[in-house]
């Protein structure tokens, strides 16, 4: 126990301890205050670049999903693009095939018609060669030529429209033909379309799909980092409670015992 001549020297030790005590408390408060706040601001500026990143890595893989899909949907185009260009390609080929068939067929026609007229011609001649060479009167020959004119003309008739009727007959055939190919075209390229425009929707959906499970992906990661932070702020604001706690603590029990050497050294002169 240290000793005092007067009680001025005493009162002025204790309140120089006093004053020790109080500064080195308020010291380790500041301290304490001091490292809460730079760990929470580096807990925070730690938070805040996470959540950028994340926010900017799902615009990333949106952009990046976009792209793929655009470039899977050109693909699907250009795909159907040339498979109507080989349907139409072949619809044309049909096309010519059917035509030049018909146009052998009314080469054909009249190759025949020209045949019949031709026979019918030439046997005419040979009857008028006959009538001619054959001994009768003037008015008997004029007559049978006259007879003989008329069933020519007859049978040229006949001939004329039995191959008006199979030049028409040959015509509804082609227009059938023509007709059938190209309902069938039409058709193929309806159900290309239909195809297409499936396609398409199917990758639009699957898009749509893997965008929303991204922002549901994101939502829960910037969730559960928001939860981590709250977690470790809160710990960091814990911690900082306990020091000083303690360091109160520490303080008025250093408090406890100036005031028990302050009196003791009091109680020296009182005696």
Avoid: P, W
């Avoid at 580096?42 to 950028?52: I, M, V």
């Avoid at 067929?105 to 005419?124: S, T």
């Amino acid at each position: 126990m240290k000793s005092f001549q007067t009680i001025e020297q005493a009162e002025t030790y204790f309140i120089e301890l006093y004053e020790e005590l109080e500064q080195e408390y308020e010291q380790k408060q500041q301290t304490i205050e001091k490292n809460e706040t730079q760990i929470k601001e580096t807990l925070h500026k730690q938070y805040e670049e996470k959540r950028k990143r994340l926010n900017a890595q799902i615009i990333q893989d949106e952009q990046a999903l976009k792209n793929n899909s655009e470039q899977a949907i050109q693909k699907i185009k250009t795909l159907f693009k040339n498979k109507k260009e080989i349907i139409l390609k072949n619809y044309k080929l049909e096309q010519n095939k059917i035509s030049e068939s018909y146009q052998k067929q009314i080469e054909e026609l009249l190759r025949q018609k020209l045949e019949a007229e031709q026979l019918q011609f030439q046997k005419y001649v040979e009857v008028q060669h006959q009538y001619s060479v054959k001994r009768c009167t003037s008015v008997e020959l004029v007559a049978e030529l006259e007879d003989l004119t008329d069933n020519l003309n007859q049978a040229m008739i006949e001939i004329l429209e039995k191959y008006e009727s199979l030049f028409e007959a040959a015509e509804l055939t082609l227009e059938g033909h023509l007709e059938n190919i190209h309902e069938t075209y039409e058709q193929s390229i309806e159900k290309l379309e239909e195809s297409e425009e499936a396609s398409q929707s199917q990758l639009e959906d699957q898009l749509f799909e893997a965008l929303q499970y991204g922002r549901e992906q994101l939502e829960e990661k910037l969730e559960a980092l928001q939860v981590s932070f709250v977690e470790k702020e809160q710990d960091i604001e814990d911690l900082a409670r306990q020091q000083t706690e303690k360091i109160e603590e520490a303080y008025e029990k250093e408090r406890v015992r100036l005031d028990e050497l302050q009196e003791h050294a009091y109680a020296q002169f009182d005696e």
